[in-house]
């Protein structure tokens, strides 16, 4: 963002020529000295004035490797001087030291006494200036970034009450040298020539592949919108965790630009934890690593230990040098506790599901958050009861299904989103079946894959989860969801059914209801339609009410245990953003169940979102 704003001032150097003279203070990491950037990148310049430690990465400036300048220097007045200031006016927004009061850990100890020497030089900088403006920030902090609009009012507060004393000061100077004559606008750049680029940080076939990723090519013109789209596009790739660029000027309408980048760790391990009403608690553990078994690929092994085990192997290969085909492999095997439901909805019988899948897709990239593929799916499921009850299956079932699909993802967050679409369809044939299993009521055999009706014919498939989230406000957000799940021709019911119930996609094949718990309806065919609204109380903390109806048995060409029927239901959940992902605490109800269910949920589930 740096870049975009600074992208008209790329062939300023000198820090003096800006229409305000500019400096900015960093601090060298070897030898602890402050250091004054008057010339150079002015985005690198004040990159490497606001590089926190153990925040973010010190920055290389002409051969120095700089950091934040407020480790030595927070309030640089006697730099302010050197420039030539006659009258300094100075603001300060840090908490300053700590009191009795707010001294309340080692951690703050620490920091105290390592600002020691900070706080008495800020004394002396102090008195150096002839207006002081302090501002009461109380317990905000440099981290409070969820608090600019009340920080931004006070700063507004404090200018309005200042206000009276610098149009007196300014009268005072006007009337001893004269009004300042205005300056004029800055000109505009808005794109630039780029006759020349190059790569640095990174070994050549890594240049060569961040160019490729970018799509960037020399000897056209770029705008800065531009620049910062082909970076977004090698981030999003993995391969990268810093790219930044420096503009040099060649003329008046040219430019050469130097990428600096540096490549991502190879390997990634993450740990995290996932409960469900449904599902019990798991802790997933993951490994990724790039390049291993063939380049330019990721490979990802996950497991879920619990209740219910879970594994994942993921492989994603591109195929081509932009990056815009890709292969991806997935096998993954689990084993889940279902409850089942009888007429009612009142908790009936449990059985286990084992099922294991190895899934292959070619994908097409359309942009950046859509695509186009197709994919072939080998399916095996073994059903065993637990306890009896009606409509329960046990044996096993094998099948293949061929499909197209389209996957769409604009959503600016991965939980509590506020606007963006998200999109996955899907339609195929299924085929290959070897059933092998009875049907149980209560406990007794009632039928099998050779009974009538039943039949392992070839039949059609189709799923179909739009997403929608519309800002209303600030704080408040609109949801539209459709779900659908339709079989044809579809003569095997329990086995391939869509799963109906529950707010989080923990188990295959599964609609989302607000109101049922998960698979409390089994049919061959169901849509359902959501609204919602999303209340931002805080940050991190959210209300979310949902109302969606459900029409479900709809297709006249499938075997049908159940008649057609709508349901509808609603839900009203706490939603809090954590460490560990969202937790969500849920009140929702049917006229189906007619009660009131409790639901919670904490992480994001595994494999199925």
Known sequence: KLSELFFPYYRTKDFGAFQRAFRCLATDVISGEPVVLRNGDIVAAIRASMAIPSFFTPVVYEGRRLVDGGIVRNFPVSEVKAMGAAVVIGSNVSAGPYTDATLRSPIDVLLQ??????????????????????????????????AAAPITALGLQRGRALFPRLRALKDSLDAIYGPAPVLPRAPRV?????????????????????????????????????LSAAIRRAFGTRYFHKITYVLEPLTDSRARVVFEAERSERARVGVGLHYNSLTGIGLIGSVAAQDVLLPHSTTQVAVNIGENVRMRLRHVQYLTPRQNVVARLLVQGERVGITTYGPTYEKAGLYTQGYATANAQALRLIGRNRGAGLGTRYEFQRFRPEIPAQQQLEGYFQQWNSYAFFEENTLNAVVYPSRGRRLAAELGYVYGQRPDFEVLNNGTVVGSEASP????????????????????????????????GINWNYRQPIANDFAVGGLSPVVRNQLTFAGLPEASIYNGSAVVALIGYQHALSPKLYLIAKANSLYYGFVGSNTKLQPSQFVHGGSLTLGINSILGPIDVSLMYSDASKRVLPYFNIGIPFGYR
């Open 453 to 484: 009706g039943f039949s392992a014919a070839p039949y059609g498939h189709s799923r179909l989860n739009a997403e929608q989230y519309l800002p209303l406000t600030r704080r408040a957000t609109l949801l539209l969801q459709l779900q659908a």
């Open 113 to 146: 006494i390592s600002s020691f020497q900070d706080n008495a030089d800020f004394k002396n900088q102090r008195r150096l200036c002839d207006v002081f403006v302090h501002y009461p920030l109380g317990t905000y902090s440099s981290g409070s970034f969820s």
């Open 190 to 226: 808005d794109s630039v020539f780029v006759t020349d680029v190059r790569v640095q940080g990174v070994e050549p076939a890594g240049a060569s592949a961040l160019l490729e990723q970018m799509r960037f090519r020399a000897g056209r013109y770029y705008t800065a919108p531009q």
